[in-house]
């Protein structure tokens, strides 16, 4: 490691900054291929942004997640480990069928669940939506830079309206989705810091955390074929009322629900009758 990177280091870890070698050598490898030919103080500048709470892959541009290294950029959430969950879940449960498999990614956030279950599963045919132009650019160059442009289709729109007129009803064999899911009054207190440099709309969940888990039960049902699935990732304790909102469509079986490593309830799956 370089004197510089040493120095980096004791920045970011003067900042608490965890690992903060490994961190302020992917900072310098970053900036020494940067355009402006002055790589120290383009590192200097970049571990400034990372001690005030950054994320480090906005800062190097890539994030890995489920085995594939994804371009990152400000426009989308950075791509959580807990979420890599979810992906599994789906990606066993879809092997499970076999076949071709036809998943839509909805809430796609950067493509991250798109683009590791069309790479772990090459006969997949994937589609991706999303809301927000930076969203969906972010998703297209990633769908773009793995080299999965003949599998994953991208749309935007308010959920799946960004999907119509695809001829995809009634086919769909499983719909992921990691949803905003933290309630307005505590994004606004306790999850504040949040919002100091990943977007709102990644977050806010509405008045209790379900706004998009609710309408995504109802507006999947259409594009689910008979036995398909739809997996959520959900937020800390949510489980109790996720079941009532199932419960409450009288559409769906079988719903369960998938603990991480810590014991913790973070992924719901159940299937339409």
Sequence with gaps: MTDITHELAKVLAAAGIPNSEREAALIWSSASSDESGNPESAARAMAERRATGTPLA????????????????????????????????????????????RVIDMCCGSGNL???????????????????????QLTRRNVQHLSLSDRVT?????????????????SID???????????????????????????EAFDGGPYGLSIHQR???????????????LFEIGLAQDRQLAMLFKRELSYDGLQFVANLSGELRVAHARKR
């Excluded at 590791?116 to 132009?133: C, E, F, G, M, N």
């Design 58 to 101: 906005y800062l190097t541009g890539c994030q890995s997640f489920m085995g594939i290294e994804l371009l990152a950029d400000e426009g989308a959430l950075v791509p959580r480990e807990e979420t890599e969950l979810l992906g599994n879940t789906a990606l066993t449960m879809l092997r499970e069928i076999g076949g071709t498999p």
């Design 174 to 200: 499983a719909v992921v989705c990691n949803p905003p899911y933290i309630s307005t009054g505590k994004l606004a207190s306790t999850s504040a810091l949040l919002l100091d440099h990943e977007p709102r």
């Design 216 to 230: 995504v039960i109802r507006e999947a049902l259409p594009f689910l074929r008979p036995g398909g699935m739809l």
């Design 114 to 136: 798109a683009c590791a279950i069309a790479h772990q599963l090459p006969a997949a045919r994937v589609w991706a939506s999303d809301l927000t132009d930076g969203c969906v």
């Design 154 to 170: 991208v749309g935007q729109g308010d959920l799946f309206a960004g999907l119509a007129d695809l001829g995809l009803e009634g």
